[in-house]
């Protein structure tokens, strides 16, 4: 029955994730949307976007988790 037990694994994300689950569940679509596309939102016009809307968000945490090099890609 204990097959596989294991400790949980502590979950680090970076900025990006965390934002993502601090939102509503709509908001939270629209941003993993605008995260996702790159072509429509260079890092720099989402921060700007953001930033308007009262979130604050460095560019390049953005890009840093768009590269996979943020702490959610990490073990
Ligand atoms: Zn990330």
Redesign the pocket.
């Known amino acids: 029955m204990l097959e596989g037990l294991e400790p949980p694994k502590p979950k680090f994300?970076?900025?990006?994730?965390l934002l993502a689950n601090d939102l509503d569940k709509k908001d939270a679509e629209i941003f993993q949307a605008a995260i996702a596309d790159v072509r429509k939102w260079p890092a720099k016009s989402l921060q700007k976007a953001l930033k308007e809307r009262g979130v604050s968000l460095a560019d390049t945490v953005i890009s840093?988790?768009r590269t996979k090099l943020?702490?959610?890609?990490k073990d």
């Not at 943020?70 to 890609?73: A, E, G, H, N």
């Open positions: 994300t970076c900025k990006v994730a840093r988790h943020c702490r959610c890609y």
